[in-house]
C-alpha cells in the first residue's frame, strides 16, 4: 500500500464520519482515528506486520450522519468572488504559505501563476505535500492563515483566471 493509497483511505474515514477504522492486510495494519478529544485532528497507525498470514475481511465503516460543514452566509460573497476559480486543499493538513521559515511565501495576492505552480505546502503524517496550481491566472485572495490546520476540499486561493 503506497501513501496515495493511505491518504484517499484516511479522507474516506474522514467524509464517512465513522470514529475509527482498522484495516489488516498481509504485511500491513493501519488504523485510523477521528475526533480525537485533543483537537479533531485525524490520527493514522501505520505498522508493518511481519507475519504472513491471509487477509482480514474489512468490515464496512457504520453508516453514521456526518456533520455538515458550516455554511457561509451567500451576502458575504461579493458579486466578484462568484468570477474567481477556488482552489481547494486536496487533502487534510497543516497548510504552509512557505518552504521554510526563513524562505519567501510560493504566491502572495497579485501573484501570476501558471498551471503547474506550487502555491503551498500541506503536512500530513509528517509528510510535506507540494500544492500544485491546476490553473493559469492571478492570486486574488488568500483564504487560509499560515501554519493554521485545513480539511479535505477546504479553499484555499481564489485565483482571477482571466
Known amino acids: 500500500m503506497d501513501i496515495k493509497e493511505i491518504q484517499s483511505l484516511i479522507k474516506f474515514v474522514a467524509k464517512s464520519g ?9 504485511d500491513i495494519k493501519i488504523t485510523i482515528r477521528t475526533g480525537s478529544i485533543s483537537g479533531g485532528n485525524e490520527t493514522a497507525y501505520v505498522q508493518q506486520i511481519p507475519v504472513a ?3 482480514a475481511q474489512m468490515a464496512p465503516p457504520p453508516q453514521v ?5 458550516p455554511k457561509e452566509a451567500a451576502s ?25 521559515p526563513d ?14 505552480d506550487v502555491l503551498c505546502v500541506i503536512e500530513a503524517m ?3 505535500n ?33
Request: zero cysteines; charged letters at 30%; a negative charge.
Open 18 to 26: 465513522a470514529s475509527e477504522v482498522k484495516l489488516e492486510m498481509e
Open 76 to 100: 458575504n460573497e461579493s458579486a466578484d468572488d462568484l468570477k474567481y476559480i477556488t482552489i481547494k486543499s486536496p487533502i487534510i493538513g497543516t497548510f504552509y504559505r512557505k518552504p521554510g
Open 53 to 55: 498470514q491471509a487477509p
Open 130 to 162: 507540494d500544492i500544485e496550481s491546476e490553473v493559469a491566472g492571478k492570486i486574488v485572495k488568500i483564504l487560509v492563515d499560515d501554519s493554521s490546520p485545513v480539511e479535505f476540499d477546504q479553499p484555499l486561493f481564489l485565483v482571477d483566471p482571466s
Open 65 to 69: 450522519e456526518a456533520p455538515a460543514p
Open 103 to 116: 524562505k519567501p511565501s510560493f504566491v502572495e495576492v497579485g501573484t501570476e501563476i501558471s498551471k503547474g
Open 126 to 128: 509528517k509528510l510535506f
